[in-house]
């Protein structure tokens, strides 16, 4: 299985920027199509898609949000930090059968 | 507006069957894969089990094959999970979810279900 790292806790003031990584143990990428995924988890609620292919805005999500990352290293990026935006943010690899990354919580400073 | 509501959760003894459910409305259901993941209280996200649009094929976890059967009606826009040999590890919030199979991302997520295996 592909294991993706993530660390467990960010802490950033509102108004800055908050880098989120996540590492994969493998290559998740296939030529040019990054298989990295991710999602936010609100307290009390369901997990909700925010970038899918590692730089794709999902549905609805603000353009605050943006992804990048190739290879093993992806990074998930909200500029400017709301108050809304605390939650548990998760990656997720499709290059082999589906795994998460372990979570990062999204703290206020 | 996708809609998907899980039914059937509830607390069971180890080694027990539990079968969930889940409607789907507000998109073609025969267009698209369905998937089940979970979460243990407090812990992340594990994918469980996936079908194809069809009810063809099923994919599983290691941590589930041979004890966890997926499948659906495409005809009643239901996905099911049934779960046989529960242990206390199955223990979690179970989510449907609708799959993106060119990518394999899940891009709706119902509000989940609690399974709780004690005894």
């Known amino acids: 299985d592909i294991v993706l790292t993530q660390s467990p806790v960010l802490a950033v003031s509102l108004g800055q920027r908050a880098t989120i990584s996540c590492r994969a143990s493998?290559?998740?990428?296939?030529?040019?199509?990054?298989?990295m995924h991710w999602y936010q988890q609100k307290p009390g609620q369901q997990p909700k898609l925010l970038i899918y292919?590692?730089?794709n805005l999902a549905s609805g999500i603000p353009a605050r949000f943006s992804g990048s990352g190739s290879g093993t290293d992806f990074t998930l990026t909200i500029d400017p930090v709301q108050a809304d935006d605390i939650a548990a943010y998760y990656c997720q690899q499709s290059r082999e059968s589906p795994t998460f990354g372990s979570g990062t919580k999204l703290e206020i400073k | 507006e996708v809609q998907l509501v899980e039914t059937g959760g509830g607390l069971v003894q180890p080694g027990r069957s539990l079968k969930l459910s889940c409607v789907a409305s507000g998109f073609t259901f025969n267009n698209y894969w369905m998937s089940w993941t979970r979460q243990a209280p407090g812990k992340g996200l594990e994918w469980v089990a996936s079908i194809t649009n069809s009810g063809g094929s099923t994919y599983y976890p290691d941590s589930v094959k041979g004890r966890f059967t997926i499948s659906r009606d495409n005809a009643q826009n239901t996905l099911y999970l049934q779960m046989n040999s529960l242990r206390s590890e199955d223990t979690a919030t179970y989510y449907c979810?609708?799959?993106?199979?060119?990518?394999?991302?899940?891009?709706?997520w119902g509000q989940g279900v609690m399974v709780t295996v004690s005894s």
């Open positions: 292919r590692a730089s």
């Open positions: 979810t609708r799959a993106i199979t060119t990518f394999y991302y899940f891009d709706y």
């Open positions: 493998q290559s998740v990428s296939i030529s040019s199509i990054n298989l």
